[in-house]
């Protein structure tokens, strides 16, 4: 028998007083199958809780219980065989970009290459343009990608930009990734240029492979584009960890994963907290009661009214 999910519970700094609609937003590395069972040796999880047949029904339980309007995944190796049609059939509209040499390709079995990948709800958005992105560093293509799509509300009719993006992991890439932050920030601010308003407010999710302390987070939290990101905004710092996993090399207990969004564009209403240390369990992730190794982040933002258009 499994245990019970972990109960979390959303932090909230205020009650939606305006009248537009929040935006539910999710960000979750996913933990392709492939790696899962063939590079990542989690050494306290056993294989039967990464069995493909019953992990895929935590991770969609896991989107369900929060019902997101927009979901942004990292580490996607199953989106034709499942995601893509079982999150059509659940409302969800979606776009799924490649890395183009993913490492699951390496390993025997596998279901293809792992990507990004962005679903929204079709009730609520109306899908205008999407770009999928190849990131660079230093002038040079990398292994990393992006999708970045440009939506409007079907109730507001504000348009806005979502992205979902995976950088690149371990120790040793810090100032890889920071240039290919900065790619993606001049290719976005490309992309909002190309929009006949300037002002399209922007999210950008994605697993950073990066610490708060790192270049690359440096980088969004001051760039032109005006970006904050959600959990540090709501309480005052980044969570404590969004990954907490053990590999032979030891335990590894870290925040990577952010949720930014436009400082002109958009308030954070709540955040979704993160387990406890208890909740997570001695063995940490994955485990039979969670299916990643990274902790989804999800967070409600509202628009920010903009007096000039109300004139
Ligand atoms: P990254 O370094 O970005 O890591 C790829 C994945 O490995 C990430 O999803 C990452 O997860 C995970 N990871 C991080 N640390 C570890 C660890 N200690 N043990 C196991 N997995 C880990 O890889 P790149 O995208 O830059 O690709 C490089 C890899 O791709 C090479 O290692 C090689 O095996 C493979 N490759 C495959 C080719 C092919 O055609 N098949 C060609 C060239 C390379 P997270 O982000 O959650 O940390
Ligand atoms: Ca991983």
Redesign the pocket.
Known sequence: KRPPRPNREFIRTRTNAAHDPQIRVMQW?I??QA?GEG???FVRCPMEALVWSERKYLILEEILTYRPDIVCL??VDHYYDTFQPVMSSLGYQSSFCP????????VCGNNG??GCALFFSRERFRLLHVNHLRLSAMALK???VAVVATLQCQVTGRVFCVAVT?????SG?ETFRGAQGANLLQQLKAILSAQQDEDVPLFVCG?F?AEPGEEVYRRFMNSPLGLDSAYRTLSAAEPSYT?WKI?P?GESCTT?DYVWFSRHGFSVDGVLSMPSEEQIGPDRLPSYHYPS??LSLVCDFSFIQEPHRLM
């Open positions: 590395n933990l392709a790696l590079k990542d040796s990292q580490e890395k183009p040499c993913s490492p699951c390709l390496d290459p792992d990398t292994n990393q995976h950088l690149k992991a371990r890439w697993d492979n990954t590999r090399s990577l190794d990274h």
